[in-house]
């Protein structure tokens, strides 16, 4: 099992900006690929970022490319992801993930996690 605190989602009008982090609990998060997740009811969860162990290697879904950012500090040990020119597609609950140590950075991989946190909420809405 993998804990994840999500945190620093809220109301954003469009076109602003958010940084959510996502603090790990209870194992060593240095030796684990991390994906940010986000999810809308009735919707399937989806991967739109996600970074090595080292930080070294990301990959982003199309929708979120080069306006996200994602990037981890191992020393906390918390995972970021910068999020600018936000819009109303990206309201949606944002949740952390990951699998066994040392898998790759793939997003589709790291959806196999077997836990989840609690997410946090964010709403782009003027």
């Known amino acids: 099992q993998y804990h994840f605190v999500e945190s620093g989602g809220g109301l954003v009008q469009p076109g602003g900006s958010l940084r959510l982090s996502c603090t790990g609990y209870d194992f060593p998060m240095g030796d684990h690929a991390i994906g940010w997740f986000r999810q809308i009811p009735g919707k399937e969860r989806e991967g739109i970022a996600c970074?090595?162990?080292?930080?070294?290697?990301?990959n982003y879904e199309d929708s979120v490319s080069g306006r996200f950012t994602i990037s981890r500090d191992n020393s906390r040990p918390t995972v970021y992801l910068q999020m600018n020119k936000l819009n109303a597609d990206d309201t949606a609950r944002y949740y952390c993930a990951t699998t066994w140590p040392g898998s790759p950075p793939t997003c589709t991989l790291l959806a196999k996690s077997p836990s989840w946190g609690q997410g946090t909420q964010v709403t782009v809405s003027s």
């Open positions: 970074i090595s162990r080292a930080g070294t290697r990301t």
